[in-house]
Each structure stands twice: as C-alpha cells, then as structure tokens.
DNA sequence: AATGAATGAGTTTTCATTCAT
DNA sequence: CATGAATGAAAACTCATTCAT
C-alpha cells in the first residue's frame, strides 16, 4: 500500500543525482545526517567532510556552496518527493475504491504517517528551516494547493454529498486531518527519534477524526 | 479573562530581570526579537548590539556568552514564565465555576491561544532550540507534567463522570486539544506574522474539538 | 641584624604610598600578590579589584593605567627598596667589623638571602618582567653599579690586600657570589613557594665561596 | 666536540615537525621568535601571521589554538630536545676519556654553555612560562632526574674516590657547577642579546669550579 | 575529480579604560 | 573619592570557500 517508500535516488534516475559519485552521495548523505541531527547552521563543512570520509574540497566540487547542498537536500523534497508522493497519493486515491470516509481516513493517515517517518531527516530540516524562512512555507502551500486541494476538495465533497462529512470547508477539515496526524508525530518522531507504531496511532487517530469529522 | 499577558518584566520584579539596566534590557530585547526573526545562530553579537543600540562589550558584560543570552531568554520562559502561567491557568480553571465541558473548552482555547500569541517570539525561539536540543523538550515536559497533568487530569474525569466527556485517557484528551490549537497557531502565528482573530479560531477549534470530544 | 625588612610604606613615609587610603593601599597589594602569582599580563583589573575588595574603578582612581600600577609596585623596588637597601647594607657592612673574608661573606650571604625571601613578591615580578623589558636589568645594574660596586670593590680589595681574597675583578669575584646565592634562592624561592631555612643554605654557601674564593 | 647544536628539525625528521608545511614552519619559527623576544602573552596571533608571512587562518590550521603553538614548541624541547641532548651528553662523557676531574669539567661546562647558546629561544621562552607555570619546572625537574642525576652521581663519585673531588652529596656539587654556569649564560645570553665568548667564560667558570670542588 | 593547505572575512570574547551617578 | 555600567579596540578563533597539486 505504501508507494511512497522511494529512497532519493529512486526518484529521478535520469537527473543531477544519481549522476552522482559514490563520494558526492556520501556527502549528501553526511549532509543529511548532520543537519538533521544538529541543524544547518551547527554543521560545518569540516564535519560533513569528515562523516562522508572524503576531503573538504570534495564537499565543494559538485554542489559549489554549504547552502547549494541544503537546497539539493530540500529541493527535490519539496519539488519532487513531495509532488511526486503528492500525485501518487492523489492518483492512488483515486483509483482505489474507498467507498465510505472512514476508509478514506484510514488510507490517509496510515499513508502520511509512514511518508513521514521514512522522510524524518528531510523533515526536520525543512521544519527547521521554515522557522527562519517562512517562504520555504509558501512554497510548499502552494505547491500542495495546485496539486491537492483541488482534487482532495473534489474528494471530500464527494463523501459529504454522501452524507458521510461534514460540510464544512474542506480546507477546514484538512487543517483538522493534518494537526492531529503532525499531533502524533511531532513529538514521537520529528522531536525525539523513538520508532512509532504506526497501525495503532491510526486507529487511534481515525476514531478521533471520525467522531469529529462525520456528518 | 487572561491573566497571562505578563511581560518578562512583570514577572519577577525582585529578581535578576529587573535588575538589568536600561541597556541590558534593550539588549535582551534585541535578543529576543532578532533570535525569534533568523534564528539564534544566524544572530551575531554585533547585530544584537546594533539594534540595542549599545557597544558589543555591553551585550557581553551581563551575559557573559552568547548562549547566556540564550538561556537568559529560554530559561525564565521554561522556569517561570511557563509554570506561572501553568499555575495561574490551572487556579484560575478551578475557582472559575465551568459547570459544562463546552465552557471549559472554550475557556482553555481562548486562554491558551492567547497566551502563545503574547509570547510568540519565545515560543519561536523555543521550538528553533528544541529542533536541536531535545532535551529542551524532555525539560518542558516534565515541567508540565508535573504541574498541569494530575490536576487537568481530574478535571477531564470531573466531566467524564458528568457524562459530558468521552472516557478516553486523559492525556490522549489532551494531546487532541492541544493538537488542535497548534494547528491553528503555527501557521498562522508562529511560522507568518500575521495576526490572529482569537474569537473566531476558538469557535471554529471548540466546535470541532466538542464533536469529536463529547460523550 | 636584618635591616632590610622594611615594608613599601616604611620607605618614603612623605611620598605617594603612604597618602594612599585603605582601599588603595589594597589594590597595591591584590596586585602585587596576582603579578607575582600568575604575571602581569594574565592579572586583569578585574581581579585585582574582586581580590581588593574594590570597585573596578578604583583600580583607576589612583593609578591611571594597568601599567603604572606595575610601576607603582617596581619603581620604589628599583629606586628606593633596592638602593636604599644596598645603602643600608654596605653602611652597615662598613660600620660592622668584620675583620675576615669569612666573616664578611657570611654576613652578606645569609643578609641577602633574607632581603630576597622578604621581598619574594617583587623580585619574581621584577624576573618576570626582565624577561621582556631587558631594559630593567640595565637600569638595575647601573643603579647597582653607583651604589654597590664602588664601594663593594674597595671592600674587596681590603680583603685582598689581607691576603683572604684571591685577587680576581672585584666584579668577577661578585658574579660568583651572586651567582651561588641566586643558586639557592631560584628553586626554593622564586619558583616554589617552599620556605627555606636560611642559616643552613647560609652555612653551605658559604663553605663553598671560601674554598673557591680564599686567597 | 659539541654534538648538540642540533636544530628543531634534525630532531625528529619522521615526526610531528617536518610533517609541517613550509607556512606551517614558518609560523612555528615566527611564534618562536616572537615569544622569546615579546612573550608568550605580549605576542598577537595576527603578529605571528605577519611574520610568517601567512593568513591568520594559517596560523590556526594546524595548531588549533595559540597555547597549542607554545606546546609545540615547549613539549618537544622539554620531551624530546632536552632529554637527547641530555642522553647525548651523558653517553658522550662516558665514552670520552676523561682521566680528570679538571678535564670532566671543561668538557661540561663548554658543551653545556653551548646548547644553551643554540637553543636561546627555546629556553628564554621555557624560562618566562616556569615563572608563571611552575609545573613546567617539576617536568623538567623529574626529567633530568631520571634521565641524569643517577649516572652524574655516579661519574662525580668516580672523580670523588680518585681523590679528585670534595666529598660533598653529588646533588650539592651539581647544583654549584649549575649556578656558575648560569651565572654567566643568564646575564650575558637570556636577557640580552650579546654573542658570547665561550672558551673565554668556560676558563673562568673552571678554574672557580676547580677551587672550590677540588678535594 | 579529489585533496587538503591556505585564506580572510566574520564572529565571539576579553579587558583596560572612561564616566555619569 | 568610589562605583560599576558602558565602551570599543584588539584579541583569539571559526569556517565556508578557493586553488595548486
């Protein structure tokens, strides 16, 4: 059920990054690791070099400054791994027959939650980063919008037409969705690094959303 | 109604923070804001200086580090700012008569969002910090723990045994509640700055939060 | 028999030092234990003035900069500690009869030895300093030259004349003696802090001049 | 006859030293120079730079800070210069045929005279940080004990038993022939400048020494 | 491509000194 | 005179970035 369990280099085979060498990966791998763990601004260059196993001028042969490489770590997240993980979901959506909102809530969740967790680092990062650059945030609001909102919309109304939502706004509802899944994993995941079993916060989660959410 | 609008200042007349002078003052203002704006490690001592309109040896010769600075800022926050707002939230909730849940949502969203928004630029400073610094969490945590949970506790069950609260375990009670209203400020206030009509979230937030929450 | 035990106030009763209040008097005194304990260079203002018992800005009200208070401390040593004590010392060692070799280099061992151990504080300071301000030496040992040598190599040459004396330069035979002394004081004094027992070192010493030394 | 006039880096050509870059030796020459002539404390690592002809960075790149710069050329002097001179000169003087005491002692005193005279920096150095570090003098202190005393005894008491030498503790008898040699090294070549005349200062120094420790 | 020594601008920090109270 | 907050120049140190090898 998971499609989204696709690694960086699964992505996008035929562009920058799995032209990469073995060390260049590394080095983006180091990156990862490091700014996640400690954050952008408290990894030097030295200490990525040293992670990755090769020579601080390696760092800068392919990705020409500290802060080309946090953009090759959030750039394809935001316009690849996540529009892509975005239509896959939608289409996924979409195809798969889920007759009732519950269903629909169950898939979503259990979905999101596992994108999530195998994208912590990526996560964390652009969480953090967002702190101090809030165009980071609209970026990504308005890459969502143009590829979700308008068809989860569709979505949604379609279950409210059924008598199964509520009607309020979808938006509305989305922002619901959203707080309380990010109400699970942002302190068992993003914040401390604890394995979270996800199966269980679902049900939870979804009887929750459920009470709240049906018609 | 919100009894927690208190200024750094009014906190602890008699302690340190009153102490400081004029310029220290403006100097863990200037903290303040430029930490909460680009982030800690994106501020340098000179800028702080600069927008406090004092020399460099000043914003050093209270603080003896930049990370004093820090912690001057994150730890009344933690260590009082929090309990005391936590204690006046909790005596107010018990010698304020809220015979029904519905009151008592309202009271505590209202409260809480209004809380967080007159301490915006702490919080920010503080959700960057625990990013990095998980412990900072685990600190927080237990604080409140120790502070709010066993008495909220009781009040969840004082309106579970009413029949008007799901007899779910309090703390998961809790995290929905306070999920909820964290969807509503982070976006909203913490990560834009844009300001927030309170009385129209906390409607939308209890309405939902009273679906999903009552028995 | 030790005449030189005078404290810097006994010195010049009509000069500066002694119109130095209390608090003065104990900035003189922080800084001259912080200069000999760890050097002038690694003594900050501050810790005199936390030593004094002052404010930091009274280390200035007397002494205008760091620098004078080290002059304040080496120039009596050099201009009136030093010379006044060779003066004292030759006067006494004239008025004294000492009518052998022997007799007068005991005399000057053990008195010297217990002008330097009363004097530790300065005389580290003053080596200290040496080492960067080669200057001193050579004020020292002009100073020394008028006072001293004049007169020491008329002594000498009384012993010579006796046949007690070998008949070297007065100046030579002078290294020696100095040299032997400072042998027994560098260890035990200047460099630890251990006390010495100055008629048994005396006694030593002296065995050793007058083998090298006896016509 | 003088085996020691051996320079920093004929030392240990495999270790730490050659190791070095051009830059890096010139900025270990520099410090050198600059902290014999200056002061440890006197010296700025931007003047270090500018001697060296190099970045201030520079200077940091390979001593990570400036107290790293004084070990750098304390420890080998202490641990490796001091100690193989020493063994250099214990073995030399037991392989030399020295059938007199007479002759023991010219040998020492003018090999001595002149590794100090080629190590100048190195010892006014060590001599101003022993002022304020008086643990570098127990360092040395346990050193040479092990490394010399027991053998010099030794040899002392050959010289003692052919009737050649006063009976004195060895500890005694070294101590003098130490001071003497001082007593002309010190003056003439640790706080000045001046070249000196060794064989001149060598006869002198002997001849007293022979007065006074002859049997 | 990879290396790592070198760079230098920037940052934190120290501290002698000043000065209003 | 005494105080101690404030100053600012200078110091040590960091680190992203460059470049010769």
Redo the contacts between chains.
């Keep these: 059920m998971d499609n989204l369990e696709t690694t960086i280099n699964q992505i996008s085979p035929e562009k920058a990054i799995t032209q990469l060498s073995k060390k260049q990966q590394a080095v983006l791998k180091a990156s990862l690791s490091l700014f996640a763990k400690?954050?952008y601004?408290?990894t030097s260059t030295y200490e990525i070099a040293k992670l990755a196993g090769v020579s601080e001028g390696t760092v800068f042969s392919q990705f020409k400054t500290k802060n080309q490489l946090l953009h090759a770590i959030l750039e394809p997240f935001i316009g690849e791994i996540l529009p892509m993980a975005a239509s896959d979901f939608i289409n996924q959506l979409q195809t798969t027959s889920l007759p009732h909102f519950e269903d629909f809530l169950n898939y979503i969740v259990h979905d999101r939650m596992s994108f999530v967790m195998s994208h912590r680092s990526e996560f964390?990062i652009f969480?953090?980063e967002?702190?101090?650059n809030?165009q980071l945030?609209i970026m990504l609001t308005e890459r969502l919008n143009t590829l979700i909102n308008r068809r989860l919309s569709e979505m949604l109304r379609f279950y409210q037409d059924k008598g199964e939502l509520?009607t309020w706004d979808p938006m509305?509802i989305s922002?619901?969705i959203?707080?309380?899944i990010?109400?699970?994993l942002l302190?068992n995941t993003?914040?401390?690094d604890e394995p979270l079993v996800i199966e269980q916060q679902t049900r939870?989660c979804v009887e929750?959303?459920m009470?709240?959410?049906s018609a």
């Design positions: 400690v954050g601004d408290r964390k969480v953090q967002m702190g101090r809030p945030l509520i509305r922002r619901y959203v707080s309380v990010l109400g699970y302190p993003l914040m401390s939870e929750f959303l009470r709240g959410l």
